[in-house]
């Protein structure tokens, strides 16, 4: 009779198991895992109620922060991938156009972006990836308190309390989706660096990796900007108490390594295209509050406080809002002294990683570093950099919980009958901590609730429509009015003036056709129409694509879109063709299907003969396949380490030789 179990098939030839010992071990797995699974569905469940307000299909529901139209630009990156293929990697849908993925503001290539778009649209993919990124920082927050191997009741509330807390849901003040989306995915980031420093191992080494990647995909900057500046903190999990590093450093290395690698169909693309933009700089950090009143932030959620200037602040709530409450940081206060001594370091790490987050946001370090790396003045709102202080106290938060609710409590004893010799019951006094953790849970609740809400844009989709042009042209929607930039978008229209986070070096706006205008008419335009109660205006002079003469500028007709255009010019001499799309490297040209060489400016231009022709454009730039080659080589490498981990630690049969 062979020895082995029953879970290793008794006849070689026949490695299938039966379907008793998969339902075996699908019992085993819930048995190990259930609780966790149960935990996390419950988290999940929470945030998705919390953000139900955005969890419709109508795209005509719009979160209400004040920018939201125009901070879902890059999304359409996907709408054109489907409609056009390569045609995507050139966005020509504002100010001109910009390589796509070069953007390094947007939120382009990360994976619940790019797949909420796909299925859902661009408004209502931004709104489930904001519901996504709620559901992500909540088992961000679940992981880091698993990691320091606390109760059920500890996680679920640490993880609750952060779907609630300041630093998400008012980030929709603003329209950010993109701040939403990095906050949660570089909390994910940050728990798996902190569970790699705790349980080092390869299979966590390589979900770092992947969650690094995500996070640099994630856009906007400030977040990832945090996440290196907390990164000393991790010297508590790294070095030993002789301060030698620990063998965990190379798993770290590996996880970056892999980070920088996946991400490199952006960072190449990006880092290319890098000399070619600025952005508004503020090397004084003066919207940065002074280091003693940042963290106020956590306790503060008056609605009067966060609008207004007091206490050093911008009057831009989304800014500066990290409200938890009193009880998580009173719980995060008393977990030292309560720590048990093996427990000292990784709270010693969170402690700092907080600390160093908080100090980032109050600008002092950014004002040290400016004069030596100018370009940290872009990060001019400052207190964003405070993001993950949150993740970080409420993990401090939950550890102190939890040893507060495993103190010797007193119990109360409960009689079921008045008699003499009655059965007698106890329940634990500590069962009262239940009111303070409910408690504290309503006034994140109800702050989280004011931002996580629609309103509806009907009206301006119906009348977008007064801005269309018979040929491709720059149209301008009214400047600094950002909810009219994406009906625009959707419709397929070229926005000429959009407020954006960064700006092209010495390049000039191209020209509207079409300009709607709320002070008057610009220089040498026409009345034509209204958007709305807005007058709309032409320029007569201004065209997309026309041939210039020794005499005269003759207009020609255009079509297509993104990095695929197609314009016709009928001229009686030749001359000069000027397309208004930002020249760059990677676009080509040709007349009449015969290549033709770009001249050299601004816009795409080139020599037009004389007669009837039809000039072609394509952008077909070389650091995008290059960086898309170098992200699946990293993928491969990936997986290969991920099967040599498995086949490393599958144990062996009794009975059989290793």
Same mark, same amino acid.
């Given at each position: 009779?062979?020895?082995?179990?029953?879970?290793?098939?008794?006849?070689?030839?026949?490695?299938?198991?039966?379907?008793?010992?998969?339902?075996?071990?699908?019992?085993?797995?819930?048995?190990?895992?259930?609780?966790?699974?149960?935990?996390?569905?419950?988290?999940?469940?929470?945030?998705?109620?919390?953000?139900?307000?955005?969890?419709?299909?109508?795209?005509?529901?719009?979160?209400?922060?004040?920018?939201?139209?125009?901070?879902?630009?890059?999304?359409?990156?996907?709408?054109?991938?489907?409609?056009?293929?390569?045609?995507?990697?050139?966005?020509?849908?504002?100010?001109?156009?910009?390589?796509?993925?070069?953007?390094?503001?947007?939120?382009?290539?990360?994976?619940?972006?790019?797949?909420?778009?796909?299925?859902?649209?661009?408004?209502?993919?931004?709104?489930?990836?904001?519901?996504?990124?709620?559901?992500?920082?909540?088992?961000?927050?679940?992981?880091?308190?698993?990691?320091?191997?606390?109760?059920?009741?500890?996680?679920?509330?640490?993880?609750?309390?952060?779907? #609630? @807390?300041?630093? /998400? =849901?008012?980030?929709?003040?603003?329209? +950010?989706?993109? $701040?939403? !989306? %990095?906050?949660?995915?570089?909390?994910?980031?940050?728990?798996?660096?902190?569970?790699?420093?705790?349980?080092?191992?390869?299979?966590?080494?390589?979900?770092?990796?992947?969650?690094? #990647? @995500?996070?640099? /995909? =994630?856009?906007?900057?400030?977040?990832? +900007?945090?996440? $290196?500046? !907390? %990164?000393?903190?991790?010297?508590?999990?790294?070095?030993?108490?002789?301060?030698?590093?620990?063998?965990?450093?190379?798993?770290?290395?590996?996880?970056?390594?892999?980070?920088?690698?996946?991400?490199?169909?952006?960072?190449?693309?990006?880092?290319?295209?890098?000399?070619?933009?600025?952005?508004?700089?503020?090397?004084?950090?003066?919207?940065?509050?002074?280091?003693?009143?940042?963290?106020?932030?956590?306790?503060?959620?008056?609605?009067?406080?966060?609008?207004?200037?007091?206490?050093?602040?911008?009057?831009?709530?989304?800014?500066?809002?990290?409200?938890?409450?009193?009880?998580?940081?009173?719980?995060?206060?008393?977990?030292?002294?309560?720590?048990?001594?093996?427990?000292?370091?990784?709270?010693?790490?969170?402690?700092?990683?907080?600390?160093?987050?908080?100090?980032?946001?109050?600008?002092?370090?950014?004002?040290?570093?400016?004069?030596?790396?100018?370009?940290?003045?872009?990060?001019?709102?400052?207190?964003?950099?405070?993001?993950?202080?949150?993740?970080?106290?409420?993990?401090?938060?939950?550890?102190?919980?939890?040893?507060?609710?495993?103190?010797?409590?007193?119990?109360?004893?409960?009689?079921?009958?008045?008699?003499?010799?009655?059965?007698?019951?106890?329940?634990?006094?500590?069962?009262?901590?239940?009111?303070?953790?409910?408690?504290?849970?309503?006034?994140?609740?109800?702050?989280?609730?004011?931002?996580?809400?629609?309103?509806?844009?009907?009206?301006?989709?119906?009348?977008?429509?007064?801005?269309?042009?018979?040929?491709?042209?720059?149209?301008?929607?009214?400047?600094?009015?950002?909810?009219?930039?994406?009906?625009?978008?959707?419709?397929?229209?070229?926005?000429?003036?959009?407020?954006?986070?960064?700006?092209?070096?010495?390049?000039?706006?191209?020209?509207?056709?079409?300009?709607?205008?709320?002070?008057?008419?610009?220089?040498?335009?026409?009345?034509?129409?209204?958007?709305?109660?807005?007058?709309?205006?032409?320029?007569?002079?201004?065209?997309?694509?026309?041939?210039?003469?020794?005499?005269?500028?003759?207009?020609?007709?255009?079509?297509?879109?993104?990095?695929?255009?197609?314009?016709?010019?009928?001229?009686?001499?030749?001359?000069?063709?000027?397309?208004?799309?930002?020249?760059?490297?990677?676009?080509?040209?040709?007349?009449?299907?015969?290549?033709?060489?770009?001249?050299?400016?601004?816009?795409?231009?080139?020599?037009?003969?004389?007669?009837?022709?039809?000039?072609?454009?394509?952008?077909?730039?070389?650091?995008?396949?290059?960086?898309?080659?170098?992200?699946?080589?990293?993928?491969?490498?990936?997986?290969?380490?991920?099967?040599?981990?498995?086949?490393?630690?599958?144990?062996?049969?009794?009975?059989?030789?290793?």
């Amino acid at each position: 009779m062979s020895d082995r179990p029953a879970a290793f098939p008794t006849d070689s030839s026949s490695p299938i198991p039966s379907r008793a010992s998969f339902a075996a071990r699908v019992r085993s797995w819930f048995a190990a895992h259930g609780r966790s699974l149960a935990e996390l569905v419950w988290i999940s469940l929470w945030a998705i109620w919390l953000g139900r307000g955005l969890v419709n299909a109508n795209r005509l529901l719009w979160p209400t922060g004040r920018e939201f139209g125009s901070q879902i630009i890059s999304h359409h990156f996907w709408i054109q991938l489907e409609r056009c293929g390569s045609c995507a990697l050139w966005d020509g849908m504002i100010n001109g156009g910009f390589p796509a993925l070069g953007d390094v503001f947007g939120s382009t290539l990360h994976p619940v972006v790019a797949v909420a778009t796909l299925l859902l649209g661009v408004v209502n993919g931004a709104k489930a990836s904001v519901v996504t990124a709620l559901v992500m920082a909540g088992i961000a927050q679940w992981w880091i308190s698993r990691t320091l191997g606390v109760g059920t009741v500890a996680r679920v509330w640490s993880a609750m309390i952060v779907v #609630a @807390a300041g630093h /998400l =849901a008012p980030r929709l003040e603003g329209g +950010a989706v993109g $701040l939403l !989306v %990095s906050t949660g995915t570089a909390s994910l980031a940050f728990a798996g660096a902190f569970a790699l420093g705790i349980h080092p191992g390869r299979r966590l080494a390589l979900l770092l990796g992947l969650l690094g #990647a @995500a996070t640099l /995909l =994630a856009g906007q900057g400030y977040l990832q +900007a945090s996440l $290196l500046g !907390v %990164s000393p903190a991790f010297l508590f999990l790294i070095l030993d108490s002789s301060g030698r590093p620990k063998p965990v450093w190379r798993e770290y290395a590996l996880a970056l390594g892999l980070s920088l690698g996946l991400s490199a169909v952006f960072l190449i693309p990006a880092i290319h295209f890098w000399p070619n933009w600025y952005k508004a700089v503020d090397p004084a950090f003066q919207a940065s509050q002074p280091l003693p009143y940042v963290p106020l932030n956590l306790v503060i959620n008056d609605p009067g406080y966060l609008a207004g200037t007091i206490l050093g602040k911008l009057p831009y709530p989304y800014l500066y809002s990290l409200f938890i409450g009193w009880i998580p940081v009173i719980f995060a206060v008393l977990c030292l002294p309560l720590a048990r001594r093996h427990d000292v370091r990784p709270l010693l790490c969170l402690a700092s990683a907080a600390s160093l987050a908080l100090f980032l946001a109050s600008g002092v370090p950014l004002r040290w570093l400016a004069p030596i790396l100018p370009g940290l003045g872009g990060f001019r709102h400052a207190p964003l950099l405070a993001g993950l202080a949150v993740p970080a106290l409420l993990g401090l938060s939950a550890y102190g919980l939890d040893r507060v609710l495993r103190l010797d409590w007193p119990r109360m004893a409960l009689r079921s009958g008045g008699q003499a010799g009655a059965a007698t019951r106890s329940i634990s006094l500590a069962w009262l901590m239940a009111l303070p953790l409910l408690f504290s849970l309503r006034a994140p609740m109800a702050m989280s609730q004011g931002y996580l809400k629609t309103g509806s844009e009907a009206s301006i989709y119906g009348e977008i429509d007064a801005l269309r042009t018979p040929s491709v042209q720059w149209v301008a929607t009214p400047f600094g009015e950002h909810f009219w930039v994406e009906p625009a978008l959707e419709n397929g229209l070229k926005v000429a003036n959009v407020v954006w986070a960064w700006n092209w070096k010495d390049r000039s706006l191209p020209a509207a056709r079409l300009v709607a205008n709320r002070g008057g008419p610009p220089p040498g335009t026409n009345p034509v129409g209204s958007l709305g109660d807005i007058p709309i205006y032409e320029d007569p002079g201004a065209n997309y694509a026309a041939v210039l003469t020794a005499t005269t500028a003759i207009p020609c007709q255009a079509a297509g879109s993104g990095g695929r255009l197609s314009v016709v010019c009928s001229t009686g001499q030749p001359g000069s063709l000027t397309v208004e799309e930002n020249a760059w490297e990677g676009w080509r040209a040709w007349i009449d299907g015969s290549p033709a060489s770009l001249g050299a400016g601004h816009w795409l231009n080139l020599a037009a003969p004389e007669g009837t022709h039809t000039y072609t454009f394509a952008y077909e730039p070389w650091d995008v396949p290059l960086g898309l080659g170098v992200t699946l080589a990293s993928l491969a490498l990936l997986l290969v380490l991920l099967i040599r981990s498995f086949s490393r630690t599958r144990p062996t049969p009794p009975g059989r030789v290793a």
